[in-house]
């Protein structure tokens, strides 16, 4: 099934939040091209550190993991002949995907009056730390200050210890936004193909990240202490992650119906002395045999061995094995498949200037010559 | 602030059968609470299996907090049992729902899109599991903590919330399509999947390189550091190392070891004391007004009332007291045109 299908998209998204919420749309079937610049490129084209020997290639696994599916255009956004290309883009597309820090687009003069000058039906989504609005609007983030500033934090942690973020390697709040903007942004298309015209979505990611605490604010606000409780969680008996005799961690939930089942099975045993004294699997195959929730706290390297025992659809793999970002969801009948790899910079320079924006070879190669736009030596198919 | 309601002329169901594990359901009211902030008529189906939603502390004023939030605008209907009449589902667009129930029941609404949440989707037929435990089997508690104690959730729903957004967005999506004459189709949604989606990296990483991450607690290259009234998060990127040693102003920072990002990954938990002395003596807010000075993406931990007070949150009117009990309650983060998506009441 391709929802999208005859939507065209410019993704001026970067790093996770931008890039994976245009990746999606493609997912749905949007042609979506990825607009960089000479002298700006997406971060996850090198993103562990600016150290020389890090600069393997423009392609690496991260930026080929939340690229994939689009095409790539290079085009010099802050040159006056570079910004009137794009606008002619705009003028023949449907959607713009931009996270960049907010005044980025206005000191541009991309800013959404001008953009819906160019085309009145755009739909415009600019996700941002904070919003558009409001006087820290301009606060420059990463997921883990999201989840503090958010309230996300106030409820991660041990309990009686520090509230905690999830950190460098999830980034929570980056990953999850994708979902959310690309769900609204495609509620904003159906909106426009019912003749309601374009829009400007405002989508703040620390709300985002505060509506995911959604019941925390309803009880804080009740006047209810709102702390960190570890593991535990209501409604469940029990709930907390447990070493077994193989120094692995058991996770666990045990309903308060099941509390008679586990005082049969523990004897004069704590939980924890009771799994401490046996292997995980052993452990696990009891627990699940009375009814009780038991599962391995996995690493990565874990989960990506129980690919098609655990999950199916989450990543996918290219043509040459490569895995990048699968799917959320997927469609029954029609599932959905990863188009083409990520591009290299300019990769489709050429062809989206020449379809999409109507212009000639001759004004391709004087905006090349000009360094206005990059055109690829290679293309990565 | 005047809202938007881009929804209004779709009719949502949300039902879920008998044997619905709670994480489950979790995700379908999610789903349906987007559904009803952008102006759906969303109608939750509620056996008495389900009754436990609303009981599930804490509570406020005899519900569930939970409840208040998840199902605030919709006509929730007690139901004999979950085996839906079709008189219920008669006109809807959108029907969220669990696998046993569709499988049951699909042919009662051919034409609605349907959007099915399972534990597991169809790569086992396993669903003893809970939220947390599929938390687990996704890596996603092995990243968060200290790695000398067990590890840890993060606060809330987050695996079930995340499956209800990508319920939702399958859903519009599915819905677009029957509007341009496409066939209905079901679109599926596995809570295992969307944690692995969401640990994309961590999962991936091991094929891509001999690197596999785990929880690193106090050695976490971006953690919470103690200040003066709280908590800030220590959060810095390559490009903001010289404004966070510049903010901090201590000498040990400026050793050329640490122009190196690998070097102070190496000796994040040294970093982190040094910087956390440093802003011992100041508040949150007086440390959040340096970050944004000098744009570094630290956060102060703040409290959901404390968010309450928030200037950006009042300004943007996030959070809002909603009458008859005075709830305090989120809307639906996203602006249209400067407007709020949410109920026209607001």
Redesign the interface.
């Known amino acids: ?4 299908a005859g939507c065209r998209v410019l993704d001026l998204g970067i790093i996770t939040a931008g890039a994976a919420t245009a990746a ?1 749309l493609a997912d ?1 079937g949007a042609e979506v091209i990825k607009v960089e610049s000479p002298s700006y490129r997406d971060p996850f084209r090198r993103w ?4 020389p020997d890090d600069a393997v290639e423009d392609l690496p ?2 930026f080929r ?1 939340t690229n994939r599916g689009k095409a790539g255009l290079s085009v010099d956004l802050k040159h006056p002949r570079g910004r009137e290309v794009f606008l002619r883009l705009v003028a023949r597309s449907d959607i713009v995907v931009e996270n960049f ?1 907010r005044g980025v687009l206005a000191k541009l003069q991309l800013d959404y009056a001008t953009l819906r000058a160019t085309n009145p039906n755009l739909i415009l989504a600019s996700i941002s730390s ?13 997921g ?15 309990a009686g210890g ?11 709040p980056d ?2 936004v994708a ?2 903007a ?3 942004i ?6 426009r ?1 019912q003749g ?1 015209g374009g ?6 990611q ?3 990240t ?13 006047g ?1 202490d ?1 702390r ?1 409780s ?2 535990a ?4 008996f029990l ?5 077994t005799a193989d120094g692995k ?1 058991l ?3 045990v309903e308060p119906a099941q509390r008679a089942t586990l005082a049969a099975l523990l004897g004069i045993d704590t939980i924890g002395e009771w799994v401490a004294l046996r292997p995980l699997e052993e452990a696990q195959r009891v627990l ?1 045999a009375n ?14 061995e ?1 690919e ?8 996918q793999r290219l043509p040459d094995g ?13 599932p959905m498949t990863v188009a083409r790899d990520a591009p290299v910079v300019g990769a489709d320079t050429v062809e989206v200037l020449q379809r999409v924006a109507g212009l000639s070879t001759r004004e391709i190669d004087d905006l090349a010559a000009e360094g206005v736009i990059e055109i690829a030596a290679r293309k990565r198919c | 602030m005047k809202s938007v309601r ?2 209004q002329d779709v009719r949502v169901i949300e039902c879920a059968s008998d044997s619905c594990p ?1 994480a489950v359901r979790l995700a379908l009211a999610f789903a349906g ?2 559904a009803t902030d ?1 102006g759906a008529k969303v109608t939750a189906l509620r056996a008495p299996a389900h009754a ?1 939603l609303d ?4 509570r ?2 005899e519900h ?3 409840g ?3 199902d605030a605008g919709k006509q929730c209907l007690q139901i004999a049992d979950s085996r839906v009449a079709s008189s219920h589902l008669d006109g809807a667009d959108v029907i969220f729902s669990d696998v046993p129930l569709y499988e049951a029941q699909v042919r009662m609404a051919p034409g609605a899109v349907w ?1 099915v949440v399972s534990a ?5 037929d396993h669903t ?19 790695p000398l ?8 729903h ?1 695996l079930a ?3 209800g ?6 859903a ?6 029957r ?2 004459g ?2 209905p ?6 809570l ?17 390189s001999d690197r ?5 607690g106090s050695a ?5 550091v ?1 200040c003066a009234d709280g ?3 220590l ?1 810095c ?2 490009a ?1 190392w010289p404004a966070l040693r510049e903010l901090v102003g201590d000498p040990r920072l400026s050793e050329p070891r640490f122009e ?3 070097e102070r990954r190496k000796h994040a938990a040294y970093i982190a004391e040094i910087v956390q002395s440093a802003f011992g003596g100041y508040s949150r807010a007086q440390l ?1 007004d340096a ?2 000075a000098r ?11 404390e ?2 007070n928030d ?3 009042r ?2 009117e ?2 809002q ?1 909603v009458v008859p ?14 407007h709020a998506a949410g109920e026209a009441d607001r």
């Open positions: 099934m391709k929802p999208l999606v749905f562990l550190s600016n150290r696994p991260f993991a820090r904070q919003g558009e609005s409001g006087p820290e609007a301009r606060y420059v983030s990463y883990s200050t999201l989840e503090a500033v958010g309230g996300l934090a106030w409820t991660t942690g041990y520090a509230p905690t973020v999830s950190g460098v390697d999830l980034n929570y990953q999850v979902l959310f690309s769900a609204m495609v509620t904003a298309w159906r909106a193909q309601k829009a400007h979505l405002d989508l703040s620390r709300e985002l505060g509506y995911l605490s959604g019941e925390a604010f309803v009880a804080a606000g009740a209810l709102v960190p570890g593991n969680q209501a409604p469940h709930q907390d992650c447990f070493r961690w996770a666990m939930t699940n009814g009780i929730a038991a599962a391995a706290a996995l690493n990565g390297r874990q989960v990506l129980r098609g025992q655990v999950w199916k659809d989450a990543l490569t895995l990048v970002k699968g799917f959320a969801m997927q469609f029954e009948r029609e | 881009p929804l709670l609470r987007i952008l436990d009981r599930i502390e804490p406020v004023a569930s907090a939970l208040l939030f998840l959007s597991f989707g169809k790569v086992t003893l599991q809970s939220e947390f435990t599929l938390m687990a089997l996704c890596g996603l508690l092995d990243l968060v903590g200290d104690e067990a590890p840890l959730r993060l606060g809330g987050q919330y995340a499956a957004l990508a319920a939702y967005g399958g519009i999506a599915a819905l677009c399509a509007e341009v496409q066939t189709e079901a679109v599926r949604i596995s295992a999947d969307v944690g692995v989606w969401l640990n994309w990296k961590s999962v991936a990483m091991p094929s891509w596999c991450v785990s929880r690193q976490a290259e971006w953690r919470t103690r908590w800030i998060a959060v990127s390559e903001d190196d990002r690998a959040r970050a944004l744009r570094l993406p630290l956060g102060a931990v703040w409290s959901p009332l968010l309450e200037p950006q949150n300004q943007r996030f959070l007291r009990l005075n709830l305090l309650r989120p809307r639906l983060p996203v602006l249209w045109g400067g």
